[in-house]
């Protein structure tokens, strides 16, 4: 057994995720409790490729679930969005913690209790979540017979080799029924309420109609949640127009839907300025 494989499985023993400053999500109190997967939700015209996970139907001691299973992660990508003299100024495992989307899931949601311990959020935002757990090796199997692979990486990568047989990470989340309806009221909540996040140093950065459920937000996995470091490694107008991207983004939904003229989270002009500088901090 490798390194990281013991430091994968010592991770998921502790009580709170990520063990670093900042947010945590605490681990789901029912985790020992049998899993019943009823189905996996697959996302309309979404590559295999390009998830970061998967979601199931289930129940758990008879209370209906999301399960989002998450793939594995290869530390190094953590710092794509950096140059490589700045590369440096970033560890790996810091880059683990604030970049893969699991630990980006819990620092989200960490910082969303926060926020509703304190009264600051008050209404219905994003999916409620439970806390995470350790998939265990006869639901793995399950999975695995579903034909879900939670490996993008080449069997030869020397990554893979070493952290092959590390434990499953997921996140237990409310399970939602129903779509979106995209009309001015309804917008305008979801704009306060992603604007209420960004304030609070939680940036979505994929917003889209997918990432939604019946008008809550249902996927942090791309978040960053500040203090953040790769935030922290960038020149300051980098990082600001990092934080306008859900703007834009959210702006870019609305245009989708024919709202543009009765709806903008960002004037025209700095609309425009934000579209250009995404597109060109936007990796490849």
């Known amino acids: 057994m490798t390194d990281?494989?013991?430091a994968n499985q010592k991770l998921l023993t502790y009580n709170k995720l990520p063990p670093c400053k900042g947010p945590k999500l605490h681990a789901f109190r029912d985790s020992k409790a049998p899993i019943t997967f009823i189905e996996l939700l697959e996302r309309p015209g979404v590559a295999t490729s390009s998830v970061q996970g998967y979601v199931f139907k289930v129940s758990i001691k008879s209370r209906v679930y999301a399960l989002k299973v998450f793939k594995f992660y290869k530390p190094s990508d953590?710092?794509?969005?950096?140059?490589?003299?700045?590369?440096e100024l970033v560890t790996e495992e810091l880059?683990?913690?604030?970049?893969d989307p699991f630990y980006a899931e819990c620092r989200a949601y960490g910082r969303i209790d926060e926020l509703k311990k304190k009264g600051i959020i008050k209404e219905k935002t994003a999916a409620d979540c439970y806390g995470f757990l350790r998939i265990n090796?006869?639901?793995e199997r399950k999975i695995a017979q579903m034909g879900v692979s939670l490996w993008d990486l080449p069997k030869e990568d020397e990554y893979r080799r070493k952290a092959e047989g590390s434990p499953v990470r997921a996140i237990v989340?409310?399970?939602i029924e129903g779509t979106t309806i995209f009309g001015l009221r309804n917008c305008r909540r979801m704009l306060k309420n992603l604007r209420l996040l960004n304030e609070h140093g939680i940036l979505l950065r994929d917003i889209k109609e997918d990432n939604y459920k019946a008008g809550v937000l249902i996927d942090f996995g791309s978040a960053w949640t500040e203090p953040h470091a790769i935030m922290d490694a960038?020149?300051?107008e980098v990082a600001e127009d990092w934080r306008g991207a859900d703007m834009q983004m959210f702006d870019d939904m609305l245009g989708d839907h024919g709202l543009h003229s009765r709806l903008r989270a960002l004037p025209n002009i700095r609309y425009q300025k934000m579209l250009r500088s995404w597109k060109r901090s936007k990796p490849s």
């Open 137 to 139: 090796s006869e639901d």
């Open 173 to 175: 989340k409310e399970y």
């Open 78 to 87: 953590g710092k794509q969005h950096l140059s490589k003299m700045r590369e």
């Open 234 to 236: 960038v020149p300051r």
């Open 95 to 99: 880059a683990v913690f604030h970049c």
């Open 4 to 6: 990281i494989i013991k």
